[in-house]
């Protein structure tokens, strides 16, 4: 159902957007992604799948929990009363998730948009500085939150309302409890802000990019219908947190766009993500390459028996990881290159389209291609900067940065390709310094804040290293203080100091202790020295 929305809406996302003349160009002609003006994507994900499946079907698992389609709108139109009824939340202003992925985290996510709200969903990971930046950044006027994860963000945020939820006193789950099971959604328009996603930038200041209701919907009915082909049938499951939007997609916007379920996990080993898609008969699964190619070690390929679909993305998948999961499960895997700037994946092949090292070809509806420092086109088989265009696209909020990710109309972003003369693209490495490790987005000057707070600490620098396990690792080069021992001991306790600033998987899993670090005439670091496996220095 809809309804009249509430004659006061908070204007911070409008008025924070880019200038339209600094918005990407948007292709909105694809015949599968046309909506109406009017759109709210919790009414079109939830409550219009429970007319057309039934509030049986099945919906979220867990290993002890069931929900079904009607549990969850039941519980989100409860959290949406909560929220307006309780709070007094108008439609527009932020409400800020945190916690793991679990059924009462995916309720929170719908009850925001059922009110009205702009989701901003964050990893328990995080720790308290980080999420004193994101509340600057994105101003929420309520905070929802696991019960196990409140310490962190409650230091962040004093004085705004938070309510915790899942734990056997949540304020939440008591106030949901003696709501309805019914609510009138707010009739948002369909470039409405749904949603504010963040990204680690290289600078280490996060970034902040809108995305509107039809945008939640826009990657369902691009590479969700074209490329995973879900069924009502499916089991979809998968190790990324919804805060990261190839998670979001994987796990909440796919399967709920066509009724099939979602198996949560909270954390999974790959051989834990395994022995799950075996237990519960999986038949989608997103996770990165370091995943699957520590199953294959493992030994654990065989429990991927039910799987018809297999996910990757986060960074780039070798084609002998490729080719050794397909001898050993009959499935090849999707590779895709998507990002948050653009919500999800826009390159990416299928089945027989496959071309093992490739990521593939642009995904329905999206246009990409190979372009030179001055924008042009370059020739195919010559390496340039990624640019693509399609129906979503960057939209930061009030960040200068804007100009730099879409230039000409294009999304520029960061990453170096070829395309061959078969419009295949192939993967040549990032743009900048941005380490992607595990699947992880990790900006090298954040470490280096990280580790410059410790008292024997006088300077350093961070950058990625290949690593055959995860792709890249996080690797510090450090620069003591007179007289600090430069020893294992010392490694081990900046990791830990490291861990207790900023969330524990960005890390510096190798550290080097330097007498100065290498630079220019100019005085800049020389990174590219850092890279090298044994640096002269």
């Keep these: 159902m809809t309804a009249t929305p509430s004659a006061h809406v908070d204007t911070f996302c409008r008025d924070n957007l880019p200038p339209r003349a600094e918005w990407p160009r948007l292709v909105l002609d694809h015949p599968d992604a046309q909506y109406p003006g009017r759109l709210n994507a919790a009414a079109t994900l939830l409550d219009d799948t429970v007319a057309r499946f039934g509030s049986d079907q099945p919906c979220l698992l867990t290993a002890g929990e069931r929900w079904t389609y009607g549990d969850l709108l039941e519980r989100a139109s409860q959290v949406a009363h909560v929220l307006t009824d309780d709070l007094g939340l108008v439609p527009g202003q932020r409400v800020l998730l945190r916690g ?49 994860f409140v310490d962190d963000l409650a230091a962040a945020a004093p004085g705004v309302p938070l309510l915790a939820f899942g734990g056997a006193d949540g304020d939440l789950d008591r106030r949901a409890a003696a709501k309805g099971g019914t609510f009138d959604n707010v009739d948002t328009a369909a ?47 998968g190790t990324p947190p919804i805060a990261f939007t190839f998670g979001l997609g994987g796990l909440l916007v796919f399967p709920l766009r066509v009724g099939a379920a979602s198996l949560l996990l909270e954390k999974a080993t790959p051989v834990e993500l395994a022995e799950a898609v075996e237990r519960h008969h ?5 996770t990165a390459p370091t995943a699957y190619r520590a199953i294959l070690r493992a030994g654990a390929a065989a429990k991927l028996a039910s799987l018809r679909c297999a996910i990757s993305a986060g960074e780039h998948l070798p084609a002998s990881v490729w080719h050794d999961f397909r001898a050993a499960t009959g499935v090849g895997i999707i590779d895709g290159i998507g990002s948050t700037e653009m919500l ?56 200068p940065r804007q100009r730099s990710y879409v230039r000409d109309g294009w999304n520029i972003t960061g990453d170096t390709y070829i395309r061959d003369t078969d419009g295949y693209f192939w993967y040549q490495g990032r743009s900048d310094d941005m380490i992607i490790s595990s699947g992880y987005n990790i900006g090298a000057p954040e470490v280096e804040q990280a580790l410059e707070q410790h008292p024997d600490v006088v300077e350093c620098a961070v950058v990625g290293r290949p690593d055959a396990d995860r792709g ?15 020893d294992a001991a010392k490694i081990a306790e900046l990791q830990e100091h490291t861990k207790a600033l900023i969330a524990p ?33």
């Design 472 to 486: 890249m690792v996080v690797h510090a080069v450090v620069v003591l203080r007179e007289g600090a021992a430069a």
């Design 100 to 148: 793991p992925n679990n059924p009462w985290l995916f309720a929170c996510w719908f009850g925001v948009l059922k009110a009205g709200g702009v989701v901003v969903t964050t990893m328990p990971l995080l720790r308290t500085g980080e999420l004193t930046t994101l509340m600057g950044l994105t101003r929420p006027t309520v905070l929802l939150c696991d019960h196990r």
């Design 282 to 286: 999986v038949t989608v699964v997103s």
């Design 344 to 399: 999800h994946i826009f390159i990416a092949s299928a089945g027989d389209d496959i071309r093992p090292g490739s990521t593939g070809r642009p995904v329905p509806g999206y246009s990409a291609r190979v372009i030179g420092p001055g924008g042009e086109p370059v020739p195919d088989g010559t390496p340039g900067s990624l640019a693509v265009i399609g129906p979503t696209g960057c939209r930061y909020l009030a960040d």
């Design 505 to 537: 998987y960005k890390y510096p899993r190798s550290i080097e202790f330097v007498r100065a670090l290498p630079r220019t005439s100019t005085g800049k670091v020389q990174r590219f020295r850092l890279r090298e496996p044994t640096p002269s220095r």
């Design 191 to 237: 470039d409405d802000v749904a949603m504010l996603a963040t990204t680690s930038g290289t600078t280490g200041v996060p970034k902040v990019t809108a995305h509107f209701h039809r945008d939640v919907l826009t990657i369902a009915d691009t590479f969700g219908k074209h490329l995973v082909r879900p069924v009502p049938s499916d089991v979809f499951t």
